[in-house]
DNA sequence: TGATGTGAATAACTTCACAGCG
DNA sequence: CGCTGTGAAGTTATTCACATCA
């Protein structure tokens, strides 16, 4: 995929900072913290106040200088470039344990983010509520997901239903899928998939450590 | 932190794939392949075969020109680089729901990592067994960590427990912890953190699926 | 011949240094 | 004067191209 020349590339790891910086915002406004400095933002955050100056600044300018940043103003700003300005509908699938604690995940909440429907195949757990969400029959997700508008899922099924899964999503209009479950998928169109890989981060873990005392 | 001049740097995006790798081989394994390509590894894995022998190529030559790599000695070695060659025991702190998923969850135990201690500050809890392993008071950590000389970590406590328990773990001779609170930690001494942040991940991908359709 | 292994080229990301501006 | 904003420099990672060797 070529980019055209005007515009300037977005590293994804910035895309990902973006998120942490609004948590820690939300945080210093609880505290009644109006302005901030960059210093102050990333404070706590093993990020340096350079790169956060530097993430801001692919999209434009939004500090006085020789003062800082207006902490609500800074907010309303991140949240509209994250597109989490508007409330944010996704889809769970698969309501095993790992599904179950992302119902139960109050994280989501602070930030226009909100899981409105939930699908497993399992007869024992459909039609029943789980954190206020209906758990739904699988083979209604077709149905459902574009009912509803719903362009996010989190992808939460065994390894060996992944794929099956990502191919009806995809049908359905999902346009992004955070990926819990260790296979690849492989969909068309223009589909994201952000892989979460728990065991490949663990391993790496061990390697890291195994390093430091050589 | 400066580099000699002989060592060759390993990207940690390397060291995250071994394991993408190791997993796939151990697949192709039961499938009675008994000899790969670079090309057949990396097929359904989102990567390039140049990046995998890139990535093999910082630890040494591993295959047969013009044959490719016996799938069996490859995974043997890839443990061995890993440290997974002897079994890797791990802690777990924090038995809410996400917790609980990390218990049942079986995609370790193919790769000698198990989970050998759980803990939580529950009283409804302690005691009990979850999926074959006794719950322990929090505060009997570091005690029992240090026992069974327990190097790595997974944190699924809240947020607001997070910095306190990291501590603990550090005191304990954890040299690794893979962190899903959404918290900094600020450990002393060398102590590897690797953070998990759902949320920020989620927020990542609702950015990408809106810049798509512009 | 066919697939690996690797230096070199390219691309991506981070850090720096300082100009810019309130 | 102080802190932001950003081009440029430096660092790190990926891709390429081909020498290498069974």
Excluded at 48 to 58: A, G, I
Excluded at 176 to 188: E, K, M, S, T, V
Aim: include cysteine; glycine fraction near 8%.
């Amino acid at each position: 995929m070529t980019q055209s020349k005007g515009e300037p590339r977005i590293p994804t790891e910035t895309i990902k900072r973006l998120g942490l910086y609004l948590r820690r915002l939300r945080r210093l406004l609880t505290s009644s913290v109006e302005t901030v400095s960059s210093e102050e933002i990333t404070r706590y955050l093993d990020i340096s106040s350079h790169q956060f100056r530097k993430d801001l600044s692919y999209f434009g300018p939004f500090g006085r200088r020789g003062v800082g940043y207006k902490t609500d103003q800074l907010i309303v700003q991140l949240e509209k470039i994250l597109g989490l300005d508007s409330e944010c509908p996704i889809a769970l699938v698969g309501v095993g344990k790992l599904g179950s604690a992302f119902l139960a995940y109050t994280g989501f909440s602070n930030f226009n983010i909100r899981i409105v429907a939930a699908f497993d195949n399992d007869i024992t757990k459909i039609g029943k509520n789980w954190e206020g969400i209906r758990i739904e029959d699988l083979s209604r997700l077709e149905t459902i997901v574009p009912e509803l508008k719903i362009k996010l899922a989190v992808l939460t099924v065994p390894a060996e239903y992944a794929q099956e899964v990502g191919i009806q999503l995809a049908k359905s209009g999902v346009k992004g899928i955070l990926n819990f479950a260790p296979a690849n998928l492989n969909l068309p169109g223009e589909v994201l998939v952000i892989n979460v890989d728990m065991a490949a981060e663990l391993m790496a873990l061990a390697y890291l450590v195994q390093k430091l005392d050589r």
